[in-house]
């Protein structure tokens, strides 16, 4: 494009802002990817594009400015190591999703209700699974996900400066400690449904030896279900509200478990 009608300067600060841009979508991109309800798979590319554009009209202008790439394998350098910190930081927000799968699987286990409306979401998943989980996406939703995002990716800077390899062993021990949390997580959300199944299970045992002819399992299972269908309805906002505030403890302090 021929821009000889503007002034030098002009055209000198339009490229510096366009490669500052450039380098601040590498990042964004990479982690819009893997994002919770913006980076699902069923949300459609261009879609997931215009986010990640979005995303870097609200980070690029708080930022300073980064240099222009001298050359082509500066620049390679800049995309490698950008998408390594955007996929790093938008799975450390995935696994919080993830937590919730794991916490409806665990209950469904427990309660029998496993293999009710198995496939509704784009991966296979338990009935509770799917509901925690929609539930759980909508509300970080509600609560201006998109803020804290955009407060996480300017904050990232300061953690993972443009263009520098994160150090393997620290960001090996931050995943490592971000998957512990996850899964201690997901038991104590799964905690009502597992100690209800641990009840019912001793009291069919008790039954079962006191009434060898009776058909515990018949009698029971209507039982646990009806018990696991009435957890998940009282108990599902102290569930979210628990998940929601180690959610908002994560974008507080991203860093947690970094050496």
Not at 89 to 109: E, H, N, P
Request: no cysteine; aromatic share 10%.
């Amino acid at each position: 494009m021929n821009l000889g009608f503007l002034p030098p300067e002009l055209v000198a600060l339009l490229g510096a802002g366009f490669w500052h841009a450039a380098i601040v979508f590498l990042r964004v991109s990479a982690m819009v990817a893997v994002l919770p309800a913006m980076g699902e798979l069923y949300v459609p590319t261009r879609v997931k594009l215009a986010v990640a554009a979005a995303f870097t009209f609200v980070v690029a202008p708080a930022l300073p400015a980064f240099p222009e790439p001298d050359g082509v394998m500066e620049y390679a350098r800049f995309a490698v190591t950008e998408a390594i910190i955007g996929l790093a930081l938008g799975i450390g927000v995935r696994i919080f999703v993830l937590t919730l799968q794991t916490a409806g699987t665990m209950a469904a286990q427990s309660t029998s209700l496993s293999q009710v409306l198995g496939g509704i979401g784009a991966e296979p998943m338990p009935a509770l699974g799917a509901v925690l989980m929609i539930s759980g996406v909508a509300l970080a939703a509600m609560m201006g996900l998109h803020v804290r995002v955009a407060e996480l990716m300017i904050r990232s800077y300061q953690m993972f400066p443009a263009g520098q390899f994160p150090a393997a062993a620290g960001l090996t021990e931050w995943g490592v400690f971000r998957v512990s949390q996850s899964f201690s997580l997901a038991f104590t959300l799964a905690a009502p449904f597992v100690v209800t199944a641990v009840i019912y299970n001793l009291t069919l045992g008790v039954i079962n030896r006191a009434m060898p002819q009776l058909m515990v399992a018949m009698v029971g299972a209507p039982v646990i279900t009806f018990f696991g269908l009435f957890i998940l309805m009282v108990g599902s906002p102290m569930i979210l509200d628990v998940w929601m505030r180690s959610l908002m403890t994560f974008f507080a302090d991203p860093g947690g478990g970094m050496p």
